[in-house]
DNA sequence: CAGAATGACTTAAGCGCTTCAGAAAGTCCA
DNA sequence: TGGACTTTCTGAAGCGCTTAAGTCATTCTG
């Protein structure tokens, strides 16, 4: 290499080297029509001479005012958020929508106090954000205001002059708990995703439970307790578990305890699909059947769901759909089009075989 | 709001409502120690009043040539990418660790061909790149190469100039094979992830899988088909069946094919947890007793393995561990320091349920 | 009390690129 | 043959910020 500590060259270095002007090198790389096709391949030919390896990113973003960069904003760690396929489903139909305009994900995940942290949205180089099921108070999502960046959010409250798209969470859950008590359940615990910005985990009461600033969490418990209410069994009779975190061990813990609960719940509605597979674990290290002894529905019906064993009884959300009408709200908004009315994916019950009469 | 459409508040603005010059502004953000205290304050009112969220990220970036982001390269889609814990745990560490920097993790999934397009990652805003299980042979390498980006490669051959970190996955594979071997089984099965550049999928022949490009299924194929043929097991007489990504489903259809083999394999190395996991789903819908017929060895040993039905012997490797060496390589080329030598996370066999006697 | 040291700001030179409004030269057609 | 276009390229004004170097009072020293 001759240039290890050279200068990288610049735009106006390859000018200088074809004897043109800057803006025709950089028209050879954005605008090819403005030049002979001849007098371009000079240009390249130069750059690659030269070393020089298209225009400086950043430099662009400063000219253009685009960085060509979302900012996905997660309440999690990484691995606690990545252990949820629903999320990975969803960010993935969401990068494939965007994927043609050449846009690349800026990962902001969350910190201690829950969401992303505001001194990292403010310098986040991004056009736009994805807010994706954060607490409702989260600072971030002020940062984000502030910085008067666009905004889709993803199983969310609806934030003034942003996008939405959501599932019917309270309906779906409601499915759930029909289902149930058809098949004539009548005592049940609910494994809830985390309801408060802390992370905690452990028995909740209703109440606490349904002031969860996380509005898919609060809307699923209410499809529950409601559906459940209106079969005369009170929210108090219900045990509520929270668990902390995704992962399959914080699952079957709080499962365990639940099934340890006296009298035990014949049947556990689970907030997602990971924390159903966890209690199904739970309930075998404890020597209980599913669903002989116990009864299971989970939510998302993500892949594993149909591989479980027994195969998961679950609320079916079109992830990939979520994810891509996202991804489709994203380039609306950046190419300048106002928000939508806020977009929600049905729901339904996929029934298989964690469910049983009680 | 009173300023929807009026052009967003800058530096200069704040300066001049303050009545100040604009490095003294800049300098209430970013040096305190410059101004005073009583100063620093009103700057910062006025910013507020102003609306001004504080310096553009992007003008800071050029100002200061550095971006704050690391760029992510992956070989696959972002489903496909994520749904092997392996590296969303790896991914994690990575994180965590590179957090006290500030540092946000900018997604490069791949395109069609395998690794992302190098015109993603020429015109990526970062300052460092990561190659995470990148084929051997993609353009993106030449494109962080061109860019004089820093690289910090993950179960990667050594790339010139290069910190590189990985695990001893030919140590690994011939651990697990050994042990098999030592259980008394003759007959083997491997489930390989991808092999080639381009998603196939199917059997193999050794020889075409032992030239793939991707540097960890190569050393892992070597692994075991070294230590089988010291067992008198020649190469020809293993099935070796190629996975297309890491999906539950394909895993359970390659695993389907290679049980139905004649004669049927008496074990299975995976070369993956996930594709373990698969290869057990797929055994017990063709009625198959784990480990009584068919015994069944993973890698990596991710949380799942330790839940499944039956447990999972696997190949560990501190997956954590191997992220936040990641991250402290990052962290040091990021501060201009020379890459060390290559470190490798060790593994060891991890005995659980899924193995027994041929 | 002169001269050095300190503190608090300002000046101005970039960082590397895009893009709009021309200028120069060539092409067309009646 | 000459005005109206086209095509091809250039000039120059930004984009919004950082930072080394410099100015000007003040405050210390001995």
Redesign the interface.
């Known amino acids: 290499m001759t240039s290890t500590r050279r200068r990288?060259p610049t735009l106006d270095d390859v000018a200088d080297a074809v004897g043109v002007s800057r803006a025709t090198v950089s028209n050879a790389y954005n605008r090819p029509d403005q030049l002979s096709a001849q007098l371009r391949d000079e240009v390249l030919r130069a750059a690659k001479k030269l070393?020089y390896?298209?225009p400086n990113?950043?430099?662009?973003?400063?000219a253009t005012?685009r960085?060509?960069?979302i900012a996905f904003m997660l309440d999690a760690?990484?691995?606690?958020a990545?252990?949820d396929?629903a999320l990975?489903?969803t960010?993935?139909?969401l990068?494939?929508a965007v994927e043609p305009g050449?846009h690349?994900?800026?990962?902001?995940?969350g910190g201690e106090h829950g969401g992303p942290p505001a001194?990292?949205v403010?310098?986040?180089?991004a056009d736009i954000a994805v807010a994706y099921s954060l607490a409702d108070d989260t600072p971030a999502l002020e940062?984000v205001a502030?910085?008067?960046l666009p905004l889709v959010v993803i199983d969310q409250p609806l934030v003034p002059g942003a996008a939405r798209v959501g599932c019917d969470d309270r309906g779906g859950a409601a499915l759930a708990a029909r289902h149930l008590l058809d098949l004539g359940h009548r005592r049940f615990g609910i494994l809830s995703a985390q309801c408060l910005s802390a992370v905690r985990g452990g028995r909740m009461t209703a109440e606490a439970a349904l002031a969860s600033p996380f509005h898919d969490t609060r809307e699923r418990l209410r499809g529950y307790l409601d559906t459940l209410a209106g079969a005369g069994i009170a929210a108090s009779e219900v045990a509520v578990w929270e668990v902390p975190g995704m992962?399959?061990?914080a699952a079957?813990a709080a499962a365990s305890a639940l099934l340890r609960e006296t009298p035990r719940p014949t049947a556990l509605l689970c907030m997602s699909d990971q924390l159903a597979l966890?209690a199904m674990?739970a309930a075998?290290q404890l020597g209980l059947d599913v669903p002989g002894d116990v009864s299971v529905v989970g939510f998302d019906d993500t892949?594993?769901a149909r591989?479980s064993?027994p195969a998961l009884t679950t609320i079916r959300q079109d992830l990939g759909l979520k994810g891509r009408i996202a991804g489709e709200l994203v380039l609306r908004l950046l190419a300048g089009g106002e928000p939508p009315e806020p977009a929600r994916v049905t729901v339904d019950l996929v029934q298989r075989e964690s469910t049983g009469r009680a």
């Open positions: 990288r070393g390896p298209g990113p950043t430099a662009r973003s400063l005012s960085t060509g960069a760690s990484l691995s606690a990545f252990s396929p990975t489903i960010l993935d139909a990068a494939t050449g690349a994900l800026l990962l902001l995940p001194e990292r403010l310098t986040a180089q940062s502030a910085r008067g992962s399959t061990e079957m966890g674990a075998r892949p594993s591989w064993e």
